[in-house]
């Protein structure tokens, strides 16, 4: 089945920065990959994500990559703002349902 | 504004009480899925229901017992719970899903809040 593998676990970068998490899948055939951001006390919520007929996708400050031959995909998350600072969870389709990494505990430093 | 709606917020009980949770969308979601999540991991699937049938348990403890009264409708009952399933239940849904690979978006509850005494 897919496995999915997460890093960073944590992450601190000045505000303005840069953050860059990565993620690794197993399954060549896997073709959909969202992107999650949970808040302290809230609930996980989509802010990306991407096929596999792609390699990019951007959203404003938020973008998205995909190495299909290496089977990684990365987010990107440009010019930080203290309202970035959350757990952000990559996932991957397995069977009958989604593979979720271990997260990253993003924190932005003033 | 959150399109899955949870309720109740927060639930405090006994061992030996009887609740549910309920969990609601209106986006014409045929797949709908409970998952448990423990302070810093990600969510852990519990169940899968795809055209109101259950289409996955995921091993999960049959004091957990999961209702698809219609397509829009989630409960999942809870009988007899231990200090252990002290967790936040979410509910989610999809446009499709569990049967084959998930390849749509899921759309999240704010979840319960479930602290068992």
């Known amino acids: 089945g897919e496995n999915v593998e997460q890093h960073p676990s944590t992450l601190s970068v000045q505000e303005g920065d840069s953050a860059v998490i990565k993620c690794t899948y197993s399954?060549?055939?896997?073709?959909?990959f969202p992107w999650y951001k949970q808040e302290l006390g809230k609930r996980p919520q989509l802010i990306i994500d991407?096929?596999?007929?792609?390699g990019e996708k951007k959203d404003q400050r938020i973008a998205v990559t995909l190495n299909k031959t290496a089977k990684h995909f990365s987010l990107h998350i440009t010019e930080t703002q203290p309202e970035d600072s959350a757990v952000y969870f990559c996932?991957?389709?397995?069977?009958?349902?989604?593979?979720f990494g271990k997260g990253t505990r993003l924190h932005i430093l003033p | 504004d959150t399109e899955v709606t949870q309720t109740p917020k927060h639930l405090v009980m006994g061992m030996t009480n009887k609740k549910s949770l309920k969990c609601e969308q209106h986006?014409?979601?045929?797949?709908m899925y409970w998952y448990k999540q423990k302070a810093k991991k990600p969510p852990e699937l519990m169940f899968v229901y795809s055209y109101e049938k259950l289409s996955i348990n995921e091993s999960v403890p049959s004091r957990f017992s999961p209702e698809c009264p219609n397509s829009s409708l989630l409960n999942l009952h809870l009988h007899a719970l231990q200090p252990e399933d002290s967790a936040l239940y979410l509910c989610?849904?999809?446009?499709?899903?569990?049967?084959?690979?998930?390849?749509?978006?899921?759309?999240f509850g704010d979840g319960t809040r479930l602290s068992i005494l």
């Open positions: 399954d060549s055939a896997s073709n959909y």
């Open positions: 991407i096929r596999s007929n792609v």
């Open positions: 989610a849904s999809s446009l499709t899903g569990g049967e084959g690979r998930s390849n749509q978006p899921q759309h």
């Open positions: 986006m014409g979601h045929r797949a």
């Open positions: 996932a991957a389709p397995g069977d009958d349902k989604i593979i």
